[in-house]
């Protein structure tokens, strides 16, 4: 019932910015929780930042201070600034979707985009 479309990937030399967007289509208004997630070859899928409906955010250790998680207030797009990017940020990146928890407590992650890649440089 949701569809979640992601953009703004791309090739970047360490220091360097991105803002990924993640677009929310379908017939859902609102939803409870929605990440970030990413993942590179031969390594586990980490979740990068969430987002709930009052705007509270959590963020990956690792990406805190650099990161920002944010939607616009009709909740249809929520957007991942990326800052002073490293090597070790560079994989796919997934926005994910759930309409069930309590919020971000205990978030259901049915909904997934297509990813965009994020490739940095030195």
């Known amino acids: 019932q949701a569809q979640l479309t992601e953009s703004g990937g791309g090739s970047v030399q360490t220091g360097g910015s991105l803002r990924l967007s993640c677009k929310v289509s379908?017939?859902?208004?609102?939803?409870?929780?929605m990440a970030w997630f990413r993942q590179a070859p031969g390594k586990e899928r980490e979740e990068v930042a969430t987002?709930?409906?009052?705007?509270?955010?959590t963020y990956l250790d690792s990406v805190q201070e650099r990161f920002i998680i944010s939607r616009e207030r009709t909740f249809n797009i929520v957007y991942l600034e990326m800052n002073n990017l490293q090597l070790e940020d560079s994989a796919m990146y997934y926005c994910?979707?759930?309409?069930?928890?309590?919020?971000?407590?205990?978030?259901?992650?049915?909904?997934w985009g297509q990813g965009t890649q994020v490739t940095v440089s030195s």
């Open positions: 379908g017939t859902i208004w609102t939803w409870s929780c």
């Open positions: 987002l709930d409906g009052h705007s509270r955010a």
């Open positions: 994910a979707l759930s309409q069930d928890g309590d919020y971000c407590t205990n978030p259901t992650f049915a909904s």
